[in-house]
């Protein structure tokens, strides 16, 4: 949204907690969808946003949904498009990128935008029409409008809407990364290979299994694979330098709370990938080996939370983006592709009120109509299937309901009609383009 609004001549400020642009090098895969790819082409310049296609990964062709044994329940790839397959959008494509690559990605251009180490603490609206932002150094700064783009935690939402909530799903996940190499790609399915996999077992309990694979070897070096353009980006990119991403395999593993230790949450590196490895002993082995060769300090838990849907609220100058005001879970994988669909809306906004098309508080209410029904719904439909309540977490009729849901995805794996529609369901949720 920086971005977006500095290429609009409009003067925009980022206080990131961060102390350095270094820090927050954490996290692994992200999905970005057609939506997510359209609001990144939209808002960074046109050469970032080639630097950021160059440093995606070989894109997922097959969504598949395993059982804990490695035997397929569902796949779907290439012959689950409609015929003939749409021609590909060079930009509204899915996509892969590492998080802390992405990150770099967007702090360029960016270096009179964003001011590190400022810790937000609370703002106050002033009578000309301002607002003023108080940071925990003692400093200030005051403008025409406040966004709150900090994330879960949101200390602008807890001032400005008190009446938000977050709630647990009861769901904990514990996640880690491993290289990918002959041996590791061994122990994956071919489809596996080239796809993002979940892979189901009793009880309740799934993981994910998605390869990445980059345009640039392990010493950072292009490889021969990529193209001519890409390689000239990457070497002119002084982000990639603060990157260790190489190659590899994303797991993602998730499981009721109550059927974990009380204090997961502060377990870390070797605790976690013990705990992985014991609670998935009677899992095929070739998972059971990839969960071994993870890296311990790459593994962290993740508490899964979300947001109930809000009625809208009076507007103001001060309003939100992402998940400060619509966390969700990784069910339907749109949290951060909602949240790129936010700026690119609000971004319009704004410059439209800048431009005299609107009034500010009537443009920023426009964004909040259309973000609230957007978001929500993606809320609600991440949510299905990711919360205790679900049959799967009954201790008598989980089992019932886990051979029920193996048995219709192995139907439909078989039924290209029914496949063509579970498939063309699922990329509508990743492209609702607002144009």
């Not at 790819?37 to 046109?46: F, G, I, M």
């Not at 071994?292 to 939370?305: T, Y």
Request: aromatic share 8%.
């Amino acid at each position: 949204m920086a971005h977006g609004l500095k290429r609009a001549g409009i003067a925009v400020t980022v206080f990131e907690r961060d102390r350095t642009r270094t820090d927050g090098l954490q996290g692994y895969r992200v999905g970005i969808s057609p939506d997510g790819s359209r609001a990144l082409h939209d808002l960074l310049p046109p050469q970032l946003f080639d630097i950021f296609v160059a440093t995606t990964a070989r894109g997922p062709i097959y969504f598949n949904q395993y059982t804990e044994k490695w035997g397929e329940l569902l796949s779907m790839g290439p012959e689950s498009s409609p015929t003939p397959a749409p021609a590909p959008d060079a930009v509204a494509q899915d996509r892969s990128v590492s998080r802390m690559t992405l990150r770099q990605v967007l702090l360029t251009g960016l270096e009179d935008v964003v001011q590190f180490d400022k810790v937000y603490q609370r703002y106050e609206q002033n009578v000309d029409g301002t607002v003023t932002a108080y940071f925990e150094d003692g400093s200030t700064a005051t403008g025409d409008v406040l966004v709150a783009a900090d994330g879960t935690n949101s200390r602008v939402r807890q001032q400005y809407l008190p009446q938000a909530k977050m709630f647990d799903t009861g769901l904990v996940g514990i996640t880690g990364k491993t290289a990918l190499n002959d041996r590791t790609r061994a122990l994956l399915p071919e489809k596996a290979q080239r796809g993002v996999s979940m892979v189901f077992a009793p009880g309740g309990t799934s993981c994910i299994v998605h390869v990445m694979e980059f345009g640039w070897d392990e010493n950072g070096k292009p490889k021969n694979t990529i193209g001519g353009s890409d390689a000239e980006l990457l070497a002119g990119w002084p982000g990639l330098q603060w990157d260790n991403t190489r190659d590899y395999v994303m797991v993602g593993f998730g499981t009721a709370a109550r059927l974990l230790p009380t204090n997961i949450m502060q377990m870390r590196g070797q605790e976690l990938k013990d705990l992985l490895v014991a609670r998935t002993s009677s899992w095929h082995p070739h998972l059971r080996e990839l969960f071994s060769v993870i890296d311990p300090g790459s593994c962290f838990p993740l508490n899964m939370r979300t947001t109930e849907r809000l009625p809208q609220w009076p507007t103001t100058n001060v309003t939100l983006i992402g998940d400060a005001i619509h966390t969700m879970t990784p069910g339907r994988g749109v949290g951060a592709n909602t949240a790129l669909r936010d700026a690119r809306l609000l971004c319009r906004m704004l410059v439209a009120a800048r431009d005299g098309e609107v009034k500010l508080l009537d443009g920023i209410r426009s964004y909040e109509t259309k973000m609230i029904d957007y978001a929500f719904d993606a809320v609600e439909k991440s949510l299905s299937g990711m919360t205790v309540d679900q049959p799967m977490f009954k201790p008598v009729i989980g089992p019932l309901a886990m051979a029920g849901m193996r048995t219709s995805m192995r139907v439909i794996n078989r039924v290209p009609a029914l496949k063509r529609k579970v498939a063309r369901s699922y990329a509508d949720v990743r492209d609702q383009d607002d144009d």
